[in-house]
């Protein structure tokens, strides 16, 4: 309801409520069509006609929506302040409102025109300077968005069935023996193995699930248990049971996840708020998920351009001077602070960027912070930074023809991926340069060499290919260490969007109000940062059995030597 | 240790003095430039950190804060007395604070990479080598904890149990616990595998035939065999640690010194005044960097970025070196 929190004065009947809901888009026509009467009134004057009585200080601000940063006019505004100095105004055609109050905490009501959410907040007044408020409303039609189930409910129950059916395949897979011994069945080895793995993957994100709650939600409620007295749900009321009693703490644990699984399974994730956008969970990850993929291509593409001739290289010869130097550099690049080596790159780049573009700041160019700044959106992005038709913000510039930001684009997402191929590719070539040494004291390489093959056929060609599914294994095994520094990066570019920027503003933000916390409101059912660790994790181990698999097929020894 | 032989009577043949054992450890050493260059590398900042401890004695635990410092524009930097310059977010002596913090750094990046890779490689070593159910638990266990980039998840674990730790302490160990707990599936995996390739080897099954027990076989021949595997992840293991410990102090201040509306600061350590080599560096970079384009205050960040890296390279050269030294000598693996 638009105005469950609001009171507006005179009290009327409800009809009258009505009455005036309806007037008031009208009200605002007619104020937008008097611009002139509109700008007659100032923001720092005092909306009481009575003149402010000494010791009182007027507060200013402006109300917009959160959605699209356009002002909204004809908002109630009451205020009380901590000595029953009471104000009650409404917003003008720019959004803009004051009210007169004393130092100290100040409580405001916005009693919002339909279509819009109204909110209550606590600012605290100082006496010296108050800078003008900044009060987003949200339509309610996100609202509406946020709090019914989601298609993720069907893709849920998609992946049951998937499950069930696999392990259906695999149960019902007739175990016969051949006279050799040999398995039969309806699947081979090499499909029973896969299928074994998908069947793992529910079951390994349910446990995570768990882990995720326990330590999420359900400790952080007994600890302040532990200080209460009552173990209450977050937002709900004190419960009856003791917190020291252990049934109290199951029913508890137990009636706390079934909840906190549903909403998670079913797209409830509350709202999310980054910087000064407040707006539903499910909107930053669709609107910025095509950012970081777009980012993970150039940095797997950059990533595997170096990795894959520098580890041949450098592994082909234990000890050599390039084996030395690439262990050293990238431990050094490895220890150095991802920032510091971020704020360096950056620096390399901004002096000639700006002299050949001139003003451009570097890095902020797809944000909604850049577009602020400079005038405003482009009409084919929206508030959040997210481009259509795509959602790719290259492919969207391509489509519509704009050079300067497809180079933009493209120049910022070339420094973070070898930024992030630097970080990465460290950490990969420590695991893979001991298997490249390894084939190259393998008999087959001596015996080649024994005949005269050249050395460097024997490295690009023979264990070249030869270590393509080691390699893919060792990619599979550093999938968490890659995507951990795509999430930094994408972080440390401030206003970058991206879900590594979701993530660390997510978990920051959790550890000043507390995990478990419905800390953004009664939407916020879920905290953001568990659904991102869960996505997370199904990515890795989806791409880790992707490289499994991959690998065993390129190379069936593999398959071999585990059985073995 | 071997007895020591009697003046004038017959040397018994088969015990070795100590000289000779030690020399006949040198020798074995002393090709190995890694392992001596790290053991110096990590021995240097045993000393500095035994010195520290003496010098500072029970205050250690806390950097002064000096206002003058902190209130200046630019921190004061390089000079002597104050030899790494000054730290303007914090207000206190780079130098000192390093000096502070290498004990503590010490124990604690020590700590988690001890218990974290002991724990791994004898779980690992164990699930390979006996299978059955305990290898089904060390997997299934390994497998949920690897799906998480550990830096957030140790943080999803820090944060969740820290209402439930007394107020005012130092909760460090807490974090160390949970980082090896987070940390020894990466040591028990390969060293699994590794365990699991040696079961079935000619010096395994030639042990079993000995007689060798089951606890024997698995300290005396296939530890020692599976552990190399295990050694590259502990220079990786480094960043991970700084990672959290450097990052999330720094993040809250992004931008160039102005706080961040996007991102709040996590700290790891009691307080900002804590000394601790990441949080010192997270804390330096903040205020190093007051505008993107100019590299004042140096100093601030770039003498701790220097004892992480010291550090990590010294860590790097020892696991080399035992790789080298676990190696059967003379003969590539």
Same mark, same amino acid.
């Given at each position: 309801m638009a105005d469950r929190e609001l009171r507006p /004065?005179? /009290?009327?009947p409800p009809p009258l409520r009505r009455l005036l809901r309806l007037a008031l888009p009208l009200l605002l026509l007619l104020v937008l069509l008097l611009p002139t009467a509109a700008a007659? /009134?100032?923001?720092?004057? &005092?909306?009481?006609?009575?003149g402010a009585p000494p010791g009182e200080l007027v507060v200013v601000g402006v109300v917009e929506?959160?959605? %699209?940063?356009q002002p909204i006019a004809g908002v109630t505004v009451d205020s009380l302040g901590n000595s029953l100095v009471w104000d009650n105004t409404t917003t003008d055609a720019q959004g803009r409102f004051s009210v007169e109050t004393v130092p100290g905490p100040l409580n405001l009501r916005f009693g919002a025109p339909s279509g819009f959410d109204s909110l209550r907040t606590v600012v605290v007044v100082s006496n010296t300077s108050n800078p003008p408020l900044t009060i987003g409303l949200l339509p309610q039609a996100l609202l509406n968005q946020v709090s019914g189930a989601t298609d993720a409910a069907w893709e849920a129950s998609a992946l049951v069935g998937a499950v069930a059916v696999g392990v259906g395949i695999v149960v019902a897979a007739p175990r016969r023996r051949t006279a050799s011994g040999a398995r039969i069945g309806l699947l081979s080895p090499f499909g029973r193995y896969v299928a074994g793995r998908l069947i793992l993957i529910p079951f390994q994100l349910f446990a995570l699930l768990v882990l995720l709650y326990i330590f999420g939600n359900f400790l952080p409620a007994l600890g302040r248990a532990s200080v209460s007295g009552c173990l209450a749900a977050p937002g709900g009321s004190c419960a @009856?049971?003791?917190?020291?009693a252990l049934s109290c703490q199951v029913s508890f644990f137990g009636s706390g996840f079934v909840g906190f699984a549903s909403n998670l399974l079913t797209g409830n994730w509350g709202l999310a708020s980054i910087g000064a956008l407040r707006l539903p969970a499910v909107d930053f990850l669709t609107w910025w998920l095509p950012y970081s993929i777009e980012l993970a291509v150039f940095a797997l593409a950059i990533s595997v351009a170096i990795a894959y001739p520098l580890g041949l290289a450098a592994g082909w010869?234990? !000890?050599s001077p390039l084996d030395r130097g690439t262990r050293g550099t990238s431990l050094a690049l490895l220890l150095i602070p991802t920032f510091l080596v971020a704020l360096f790159l950056v620096l390399l780049v901004f002096q000639p960027w700006n002299a050949l573009f001139g003003d451009s700041p570097y890095? *902020? *160019?797809? %944000?909604p912070g850049w577009f602020v700044a400079h005038g405003g959106f482009l009409p084919?992005?929206?508030?959040?930074?997210q481009t259509s038709p795509t959602g790719f913000p290259l492919v969207d510039g391509l489509i519509h023809g704009d050079g300067a930001f497809v180079l933009d684009v493209l120049v910022k997402n070339l420094l973070q991926a070898a930024l992030i191929a630097a970080i990465y590719v460290g950490i990969f070539f420590r695991y893979v340069r001991q298997s490249v040494a390894e084939a190259a004291r393998s008999i087959s390489i001596r015996a080649a060499r024994s005949r005269g093959i050249p050395e460097s056929t024997l490295l690009w060609r023979h264990t070249g290919r030869r270590l393509i599914p080691v390699y893919l294994l060792t990619f599979g095994m550093t999938l968490p260490a890659y995507l951990g520094t795509q999430a930094l990066v994408e972080a440390m570019f401030n206003d970058q969007p991206g879900i590594g920027t979701i993530l660390f503003s997510e978990m920051t933000g959790v550890s000043q109000t507390?995990? !478990?916390?419905?800390? *953004?409101? &009664?939407?916020? @059912?879920?905290?953001l940062y568990q659904v991102i660790i869960l996505f997370l994790a199904l990515t890795l181990l989806l791409g880790n059995l992707c490289a499994d698999v991959l690998a065993r097929y390129l190379d069936p020894t593999i398959a071999a030597e585990a059985r073995r | 240790m071997s007895a020591p032989a009697a003046p004038d009577g017959p040397e018994p043949v088969a015990t070795i003095s100590t000289r000779e054992r030690l020399g006949r450890l040198w020798t074995r050493l002393r090709p190995n430039g890694s392992l001596l260059a790290g053991l110096a590398v990590l021995a240097a900042f045993g000393a500095i950190g035994i010195a520290a401890l003496l010098w500072y004695g029970?205050? #250690?635990?806390v950097m002064p804060y000096n206002p003058a410092w902190a209130d200046a524009p630019v921190a004061p930097g390089p000079? +002597?007395?104050? +030899?790494f310059g000054t730290d303007?977010? #914090?207000?206190?002596?780079v130098f000192g604070g390093l000096m502070r913090a290498t004990p503590i750094d010490l124990a604690l990046v020590g700590g988690i990479l001890l218990s974290a890779s002991l724990l791994g490689v004898l779980l690992g070593a164990s699930a390979g080598l006996f299978g059955g159910a305990l290898d089904g638990a060390v997997v299934g266990v390994s497998d949920l904890l690897v799906g998480v980039p550990p830096f957030f998840f140790v943080l999803v674990l820090y944060l969740g149990i820290q209402p439930l730790l007394p107020l005012g302490q130092n909760d460090l160990p807490w974090f160390g616990l949970l980082f090896a707990l987070v940390l020894w599936p990466y040591y028990a995996r390969p060293v699994r595998a590794a365990a699991q390739r040696a079961r079935s080897a000619p010096y395994a099954e030639s042990a079993r035939a000995a007689g060798s027990g089951p606890t024997r076989l698995l300290f005396r021949h296939v530890l020692p065999n599976s552990v190399q595997p295990a050694l590259a992840q502990l220079p990786i293991d480094v960043y991970n640690i700084f990672f959290v410990l450097t990052v999330f102090p720094y993040l809250g201040c992004l931008g160039g010194g102005a706080p961040s509306a996007v991102f709040k600061p996590i700290s790891?350590?009691?307080?900002?005044?804590?000394?601790e080599w990441g949080s010192l560096l997270g804390y330096g970079a903040c205020y190093g +960097?007051? #505008? #993107?384009p100019s590299l004042d205050a140096w100093w601030s960040y770039v003498f701790p970025a220097a004892f992480v890296v010291a550090f990590g390279l010294g860590v790097m050269l020892l696991s080399d070196g035992l790789f080298r030294l676990l190696s059967v000598e003379g003969l590539p693996r």
């Open positions: /004065r005179p /009290r009327g007659a /009134r100032s923001v720092g004057a &005092p909306a009481a006609a009575g929506d959160q959605y %699209s940063g @009856t049971c003791l917190p020291a010869q234990e !000890g890095g *902020l *160019l797809p %944000s084919w992005i929206g508030v959040g930074g507390g995990f !478990g916390y419905a800390h *953004l409101g &009664p939407l916020a @059912t879920g905290n | 029970p205050g #250690l635990d000079a +002597w007395g104050r +030899w303007s977010t #914090l207000g206190v002596d790891i350590v009691p307080s900002p005044y804590y000394p +960097w007051s #505008l #993107l």
